[in-house]
């Protein structure tokens, strides 16, 4: 689906959705955000022309990646590196696999390379790790790579020498001569330097992001491009702005487009950080179960978590990204039994919008987990999407008997909660490792459930895992929608360091590492307000927060510290940058993990110039009683919860109001969620319209 957020200069906001046009977003898009002007009645032109920011977040790019879609491009890279690409790295050959076939060496595959070895060419130079130079570049061999890639049609050309981020002079050389040689043929083919694309460390995972960004950017590109011209033809005055995958908006003509590959999930955490804010939570375990994956995150004292190198489509990338993990395990996953063994497993294939689950009467014919919560009665099938979509349950259940119930010899809705709890349990599973991986207190923290079927199965995937407490939104379904218009204008700049502070340094090492970050700092806050400036906004408006990577020397994961400081002014403020590592260090994973005796490393310095924009805002309304009003109620239904049968209320979500308690069984109904309450189990309406969940030794407890 299509989700389109609309909200206006109070931060109210409607929420719109439709069915994903793939071949042409825009399509999918016009009609999402058409549904949400309804809500006011607007019309699409009305609506569109009112508008100040249009911002739009997807995942063609990484559609481009996985279906190897993008354009025809050329490397040209320091001699001996000429196989990297095809080398890789080794986790490349086993990620994103099962855990079966990750246990088994044979079944592991490296991912297809995106550039051909006859289309990679080694120059000779070489500058070292300091900046040294030990080889000067060869011009002749740089002329004749670029001649060649020129006869095989190339359409980008990418440049990469090995260390490059220290001393990008050698690319910069290179890039001449290539644009020399296309200057000569009459040739416009863009070329994408490393140290302009991302100029930190691990020269394996910076190839992989330049060759990405000419490989699918600009394929990704030209959709975000029919989205802003379909917008404009409405009437909006402006240009649209994507979503980065660290969190902020920047134009579609940003040129580092590859910044924005899973710009959507991202969505989600920021909205979680944003509402924690408000109500004053600031840990929050974020779960958003989707109809094709889980995905789950950590905010920990309001910080949200950064990882510098994310593997997406099976590619390790120099590429700061949100953190998070994801699991197959959504509604529209397909459930499968094997006909010999018996055995039982889910996915890690999805039924996808596309002919989607049996359910939807559009040609599925794999049962699905979606497939099973209808047969159950916890999907109404008058109700879904609205009313819109209307659900064949005889033809899930003739299936699901088939395939499922009958090769297992039990009974269908038996066999339809097993495979629901399964789902479940595979959900609750990907937490438990995540908070023991970071040694989180579960009840330090408070969990949000949103994805449009969060809701629908929390209840047993969040249950007996003690957190503080469990929300999930009314428009939980647009959850990611609500965080992305949340986001501000947002640049991110870095540089790899090598600086280490042991415990007992002297004065003058002290004095020299201040020296080298501020050298650093004022580099990038001149890029940063000169891109900023290009784009529009003033400098005054531009606000300067900066950060490092650290880790205790010795160790292999950075931990990014967030600084209030602008520059090292003192020897004081030396101390101060160690002490709030090893105060954010003690948070993530435990007191008991810190070595202030091994000294202390920065790996990375780096800026966040910010601009501030419009937000939707949470109304906080006065509480009403415990009852509903009458509307909210539509009647009983029949529901299958714990092998047994129960006459489940029905509530409609959006007229529940603060201070309303609803006790299971129960299902409360949104036309783009629903949410399922067990006997013994209820939820209650907070004064911002967000939605307690309370299991039922939970609820006893606060009696």
């Keep these: 689906m299509t989700d389109t957020l609309l909200v206006d200069e109070d931060g109210r906001f409607a929420v719109g959705k439709a069915s994903t046009t793939p071949q042409n977003e825009s399509v999918g898009f016009l009609e999402s955000a058409e549904d949400a002007a309804g809500y006011w009645d607007l019309t699409s032109q009305e609506a569109f022309e009112q508008l100040s920011v249009v911002l739009y977040s997807g995942t063609g790019m990484l559609n481009t990646l996985l279906s190897r879609t993008g354009r025809r491009v050329g490397l040209i890279v ?24 990750r246990l088994h060496a044979v079944t592991h595959q490296a991912p297809e390379p995106l550039v051909p070895r006859h289309r990679i060419y080694g120059v000779t130079e070489r500058i070292d790790q300091f900046g040294n130079v030990v080889a000067p570049v060869y011009e002749h061999e740089a002329e004749k790579a670029a001649e060649e890639l020129v006869a095989q049609g190339v359409e980008a050309i990418c440049v990469c020498c090995m260390f490059s981020y220290v001393d ?52 990704s590109r030209e959709q975000l491009v029919g989205v802003e011209e379909a917008t404009q033809s409405q009437g909006f005055r402006y240009g649209v702005q ?3 995958s660290y969190g902020g908006l920047a134009g579609i003509r940003y040129p580092r487009l590859h910044e924005t590959m899973i710009s959507g999930p991202v969505g989600g955490i920021l909205g979680a950080k944003y509402v924690g804010d408000i109500i004053g939570s600031d840990s929050v375990i974020v779960s958003d179960m989707g109809g094709t994956s ?39 996953t397909i459930i499968k039994v094997d006909p010999l063994t018996k055995k039982v497993s889910l996915g890690p294939e999805s039924a996808g919008s596309t002919p989607g689950p049996v359910a939807f009467d559009m040609g599925g014919t794999e049962p699905t987990v979606c497939d099973c919560d209808v047969i159950m009665g916890r999907l109404n099938p008058d109700y879904f999407l609205g009313g ?37 349990m595979d959900a609750k599973e990907s937490m438990r490792q995540m908070i023991s991986a970071r040694a989180v207190d579960p009840a330090d923290y408070a969990l949000m459930a949103y994805g449009g079927s969060g809701p629908l199965h929390m209840a047993e995937y969040s249950r007996g895992m003690g957190f503080k407490n469990i929300l999930t939104f009314p428009f939980a379904a647009a959850f990611s929608a609500f965080g992305c218009t949340t986001a501000d204008y947002l640049r991110r700049y870095s540089r790899s360091v090598q600086l ?37 906004h003033a400098p005054a408006d531009v606000q300067l927060e900066m950060f490092a990577q650290m880790r205790y020397t010795g160790q292999l994961e950075d931990v990014e510290v967030p600084l209030a400081m602008q520059r090292i002014t003192a020897d004081s403020d030396l101390d101060l940058v160690i002490k709030e590592f090893d105060e954010l260090y003690a948070a993530i994973n435990g007191a008991v993990a810190q070595y202030r005796e091994a000294g202390h490393s920065i790996t990375e310095l780096g800026i966040v110039a910010k601009v501030e924009k419009i937000k939707p805002k949470l109304v906080r309304e006065t509480l009403q009683g415990e009852t509903p009003l009458a509307e909210a109620f539509k009647g009983t239904r029949s529901m299958y919860y714990n092998r047994e049968w129960h006459e489940a209320q029905l509530w409609e979500m959006d007229y529940l109001k603060p201070g309303n308690v609803v006790a299971g069984p129960a299902v409360v109904e949104h036309p783009a969620t629903t949410l399922v309450i067990p006997a013994g189990d209820r939820v209650w309406v907070d004064e911002w319209t967000i939605v307690h969940y309370e299991h039922a030794e939970d609820s006893s407890e606060s009696e």
Aim: charged share 25%.
């Design 78 to 101: 320091t001699r001996g590196m000429e196989d990297a690409i095809l080398m890789g790295r080794g986790l490349q050959a086993w990620t994103d696999y099962s855990y079966p076939d």
């Design 168 to 219: 990008d002079t050698h690319e910069r050389q290179i890039t001449e001569i290539v644009q020399n040689v296309l200057n000569k043929r009459d040739v416009e083919v863009p070329i994408y330097r490393s140290s302009s694309v991302r100029p930190v460390i691990r020269e394996q995972s910076r190839l992989n992001s330049v060759v990405i960004e000419a490989y699918a950017a600009d394929v």
């Design 242 to 244: 994507t979503v980065l």
């Design 294 to 332: 889980f995905d789950i995150s950590a905010i920990t004292r309001g910080n949200i978590p950064i990882e510098n190198e994310p593997t997406l489509a099976r590619f390790k990338l120099n590429l700061p990204t949100i953190s998070m993990e994801s699991i197959g395990a959504g509604a529209g």
């Design 388 to 424: 819109k979509v209307k659900l064949n349950v005889e033809a899930a259940k003739s299936v699901f008997k088939e395939k499922v119930a009958d090769p297992l010899g039990v009974d269908v809705y038996e066999a339809a909660e097993g495979m629901a709890n399964m789902l479940e």
């Design 500 to 536: 280490t502070l042991p415990p007992n340094a002297d004065a003058e090492h002290r004095n020299s590492v201040a020296e080298e970050i501020n050298r650093i700092w004022e580099g990038l806050q001149e890029a940063a307000t000169s891109e900023m400036g290009d784009e529009g």
